[in-house]
């Protein structure tokens, strides 16, 4: 081509840096302006809108490797709003800047079912943030994924955590409602066991003791709906021996001891 088109529409192919090009839209004094899609030699495809030769507007971006971006471009950067299908199946939607999740938007891992959904600054979550998966939702503010944080989890059986949690299991001061209405409170470790606990379960019955994978364990203080108390020894939920017996006032009851 011995003279330069300046305005057309058109497909033209090309050697730049290397790289040998194929675009297909229109042109403007010389340059892609308007609506077109260019394609690398490697596979990669950019198809949308330019302007002076860049990518700015609405656009998309397919890489044969499976990375995909779909959403806004300023001055050829994905900067803006857009999803971003990476090429492990992860998909992205969102505030982007340069092409990094940055600002408000939510990341599907695929292979595990979780959402997270916050704020973000270059590719990190930070702040408020509410992640998902099968079983349990997160809310509340978190600085690193494995480090301690407090916050609220609810599960699918409809139970409600309120306390310490790390990497996203009950660890430390911390509440469980069940939908039932039962509530277990005190220190937590491996999800499941509780040291200084109070329990209430559906029925008004009151314990307070340990419990271990959420069963009475060891010496525990119990206390009826009618009032009486008794302490008692406990092992893997089931009552073994009552040691002494109370009225209302607290006053020892006579009791066989079993």
Not at 40 to 54: P, R
Not at 238 to 253: A, F, H, I, Q
Request: net charge positive.
């Amino acid at each position: 081509m011995n003279k330069i088109i300046k305005h057309v529409f058109g497909r033209f192919y090309w050697h730049q840096h290397s790289a040998q090009l194929e675009y297909k839209g229109s042109w403007k004094n010389g340059t892609f302006h308007g609506k077109g899609q260019l394609k690398y030699l490697n596979g990669t495809l950019c198809k949308g809108t330019f302007k002076s030769g860049s990518k700015t507007g609405l656009g998309k971006v397919i890489s044969p490797t499976g990375y995909q971006y779909a959403g806004d471009w300023i001055n050829g950067k994905k900067t803006g709003y857009g999803t971003i299908n990476y090429k492990n199946g992860d998909i992205y939607i969102g505030q982007v800047l340069d092409g990094l999740r940055h600002g408000l938007g939510e990341l599907h891992i695929i292979s595990s079912g979780t959402a997270f959904k916050g704020v973000w600054t270059n590719e990190q979550i930070t702040g408020a943030v509410e992640i998902t998966t099968a079983h349990w939702t997160f809310k509340d503010k978190m600085t690193e994924i494995h480090a301690p944080m407090v916050g609220q989890m609810s599960y699918v059986d409809k139970s409600v955590y309120v306390g310490e949690l790390l990497d996203f299991s009950r660890q430390g001061q911390g509440t469980l409602t069940k939908h039932s209405g039962e509530c277990i409170a005190g220190v937590w470790s491996d999800n499941v066991n509780v040291e200084d606990a109070t329990r209430t379960d559906s029925q008004g019955i009151f314990w307070k003791g340990s419990l271990r994978n959420l069963k009475p364990e060891g010496f525990m203080q119990v206390r009826l709906p009618n009032g009486q108390e008794y302490d008692g020894v406990w092992e893997s939920g089931d009552m073994m021996r009552v040691l002494s017996v109370y009225n209302r006032e607290r006053e020892p009851k006579p009791y066989v001891i079993h």
